[in-house]
């Protein structure tokens, strides 16, 4: 379904963007991000047109509704005013690293149109914990925040010192006002192939669960490229933590499923692919962590998430939130809304609230009475 906004932003404005660099197209949106103040009074009549349905608690925070920013469109936290201006019920910002870093060389995006998919070599880029901290400790954010803490992107760290450079960054995070802090521990952009091995997740977690004096709710931000092995080890970790949940998932190496010719993928290099073509390996693992995860643990859904219609998928598979990045590139800003509406639209023809929808797909069908 294609709503007016959606086909104004379509016809008009993505074009405008699309002829430019996909990260001098970023960076200029945030520039104008503010401008999005105009429609205010506009957001919320269609705030208020929602369905009360779509409500949600997620790590004990009450959110107006389940979709959120995922991680990486507001890396550094300037755009935490104007989050609601676009619909959302609450935003990761970060990835955040201990020490600041420009991240890989440019250019580092890539956008699959046929795939209305992206290929991003961000390599953690940012500010760094301690500065990103710092402004959102004074800043004004329209929805609940929660913030994603990465290693830095430096090779050189590896071994204790990799657990410690984890520990600083949530060191400077850890007294915020945030709803929960995600552990990313699942960049495929950094080299990095230790982070993901369940011996470090463990020792990470150690160390940050004993600074945790607030009991911040942790979320793991698990690869859509794992496997059930893996899976099965990181929820026994997780279990053994008290972790409060997963997010399923991050960008993904596998390519298969892509419809863009070889050649050109070929040109882009290596790169963590976003958008529809990793959606059905995000709700695999969804429904997979599902089943392995402790009962009070929530999953939160990510990965090629566009339409009410999918939304509802991934909380029938488990979660009770959804994030997205990659259909905002394609869809505009006011994108949430458009979803919101579809899945509320959803929710309310099967009188269901979103708490009731989360896992109804997964229930093993009950034998028909004779
Ligand atoms: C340009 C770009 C940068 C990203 N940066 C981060 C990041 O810093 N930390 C992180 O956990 N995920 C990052 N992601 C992954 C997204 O949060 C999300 O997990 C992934 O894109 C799948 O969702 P989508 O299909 O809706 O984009 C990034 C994604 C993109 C496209």
Not at 16 to 38: Q, R, W
Not at 159 to 187: P, Q
Not at 305 to 315: H, L, V
Request: charge should be neutral; include cysteine.
């Amino acid at each position: 379904m294609t709503s007016s906004r959606q086909g104004i932003y379509e016809r008009f404005i993505r074009p405008y963007f699309f002829n430019m660099d996909p990260e001098d197209a970023h960076l200029l949106a945030h520039k104008l991000a503010p401008a999005l103040s105009i429609a205010r009074a506009q957001t919320e009549i269609w705030y208020s047109q929602l369905s009360p349905r779509l409500a949600v608690e997620l790590a004990g925070a009450k959110l107006s509704n389940p979709l959120g920013l995922a991680a990486g469109f507001d890396k550094n936290g300037d755009l935490v005013e104007y989050l609601r201006l676009m619909g959302f019920g609450f935003a990761e910002i970060g990835s955040v690293t201990a020490r600041p870093s420009p991240g890989n060389p440019r250019p580092r995006i890539f956008r699959l149109l046929e795939d209305e998919a992206v290929i991003n070599y961000m390599g953690l880029n940012g500010q760094g914990a301690i500065k990103v901290a710092g402004k959102l400790a004074v800043a004004h954010p329209s929805v609940p925040l929660s913030i994603n803490i990465a290693k830095t992107n430096d090779p050189s760290i590896v071994g204790d010192r990799a657990v410690e450079d984890f520990v600083n960054s949530f060191k400077a995070v850890k007294d915020l006002s945030v709803i929960y802090v995600a552990i990313n521990v699942s960049c495929p952009n950094t080299h990095e192939t230790k982070l993901a091995e369940v011996a470090t997740i463990d020792a990470v977690l150690a160390e940050v669960v004993k600074l945790n004096s607030r009991k911040l709710p942790l979320f793991l931000k698990l690869s859509p490229d794992s496997d059930t092995e893996m899976l099965q080890n990181v929820a026994q970790v997780a279990a053994k933590h008290e972790l409060a949940g997963f997010i399923c998932g991050n960008t993904s190496v596998d390519r298969s499923a892509v419809k863009t010719a070889e050649e050109t993928l070929r040109t882009i290099g290596p790169g963590g692919l976003s958008g529809p073509p990793i959606r059905e390996k995000a709700l695999a693992v969804c429904r997979q962590m599902w089943e392995l995860k402790q009962d009070g643990q929530q999953i939160i859904a990510c990965g090629g998430i566009g339409s009410g219609a999918d939304a509802f998928r991934f909380i029938q598979a488990g979660a009770t939130a959804v994030q997205l990045y990659t259909a905002l590139v394609y869809g505009g800003p006011f994108l949430p809304f458009t979803i919101l509406k579809e899945l509320g639209a959803i929710l309310d023809d099967r009188k269901l609230t979103v708490a009731e929808a989360v896992g109804s797909g997964n229930r093993k069908q009950l034998p028909a009475r004779i």
